[in-house]
């Protein structure tokens, strides 16, 4: 059984950076890993995902060059390391778990309960 636990959300000012954690219990060496997020009244999107190997990553067009997906297969944690926030990037962030190599929420299996980013203008 994969449980995923993610923590680091908080308020911050527009700029500013963030890093959330996603530690994971299981075998999830081999999963892909995925950020995801949803903003009030929006559906979940597709942020960051990371391939088993850690040697592919995929980003959202809207974070490129800001965001940072990273694994630690020793600690069994999935980074998102975010640079100069913006208010639309304020939501829900979810931290996934797949067996396939895939940005799409929907080929996710296990899912963390979330953590909320807050970016004030």
């Known amino acids: 059984q994969v449980q995923l636990v993610e923590s680091g959300g908080g308020l911050v000012q527009a700029g500013d950076s963030l890093r959330l954690s996603c530690a994971a219990s299981g075998r999830t060496s081999s999963y892909t890993m995925g950020w995801f997020r949803q903003a009030p009244g929006k559906e979940r999107d597709f942020v960051a995902t990371?391939?088993?190997?850690?040697?592919?990553?995929y980003y959202t067009d809207s974070v490129k060059a800001r965001f940072t997906i990273s694994r630690d297969k020793g600690k069994n944690t999935v980074y998102l390391q975010m640079n100069s926030l913006k208010p639309e990037d304020t939501a829900v962030y979810f931290c996934?778990?797949?067996?396939?190599?895939?940005?799409?929420?929907?080929?996710?299996?296990?899912w963390g309960q979330g953590t909320q980013v807050t970016v004030s203008s």
């Open positions: 996934a778990a797949s067996t396939r190599d895939t940005t799409s929420p929907q080929q996710y299996r296990y």
């Open positions: 990371i391939s088993g190997s850690g040697s592919r990553t």
